[in-house]
């Protein structure tokens, strides 16, 4: 599938790391420093146009993850094929205690473009029965919990 981008810098074209991988790479625009439990709003450079049908989900890297507690806030981000602004992506830095320093150019997210069906939503009664109903968060899980919904939040039955 070809996709049109328009790029800042060349250099900064999303790129496969490696043949067969999912996620193209990101890379920020600017130099950021986050301090612990900071979040902020990069540029990537890159606006793309992808084809009707698709949608691109911007997803973080897992060795920044893991290595220095880099994330993003609204992971996935969803980049539909109709948006032909810069992509942006909203960092946010995990550890409790160091300072994460990028540099413009540096990996900071993947971009992964999949194919999705466009659902039709039908306001019903009631749905079917299944064997899980309405078990969410921790229900397959030892010691199991009900999650109820109410105006102040969720909690615990």
């Given at each position: 599938?070809?996709?049109?981008?328009?790029?800042?810098?060349?250099?900064?074209?999303?790129?496969?790391?490696?043949?067969?991988?999912?996620?193209?790479?990101?890379?920020?625009?600017?130099?950021?420093?986050?301090?612990?439990?900071?979040?902020?709003?990069?540029?990537?450079?890159?606006?793309?146009?992808?084809?009707?049908?698709?949608?691109?989900?911007?997803?973080?890297?897992s060795g920044l993850a893991a290595r220095k507690g880099l994330g993003i806030v609204?992971?996935?981000?969803?980049?539909?094929?109709?948006?032909?602004?810069?992509?942006?992506?909203?960092?946010?830095?995990?550890?409790?205690?160091?300072?994460?320093?990028?540099?413009?150019?540096?990996?900071?997210?993947?971009?992964?473009?999949?194919?999705?069906?466009?659902?039709?939503?039908?306001?019903?009664?009631?749905?079917?029965?299944?064997?899980?109903?309405?078990?969410?968060?921790?229900?397959?899980?030892v010691g199991q919990h009900a999650w109820k919904s109410t105006e102040k939040g969720?909690?615990?039955?």
């Open positions: 599938m070809n996709v049109p981008v328009v790029v800042g810098k060349v250099e900064h074209l999303p790129r496969y790391a490696r043949p067969g991988d999912a996620g193209a790479d990101l890379r920020c625009s600017s130099d950021v420093v986050l301090e612990p439990g900071q979040r902020v709003v990069v540029g990537t450079g890159v606006r793309v146009a992808l084809p009707e049908g698709t949608v691109g989900l911007v997803t973080p890297r609204n992971s996935p981000g969803v980049v539909d094929s109709g948006y032909r602004g810069e992509i942006l992506v909203c960092l946010i830095n995990h550890d409790r205690e160091e300072t994460i320093t990028l540099d413009a150019g540096d990996r900071v997210a993947q971009l992964v473009v999949l194919p999705f069906v466009a659902a039709q939503f039908e306001a019903v009664e009631a749905l079917d029965e299944t064997e899980r109903g309405s078990g969410g968060y921790g229900s397959t899980g969720c909690n615990r039955e």
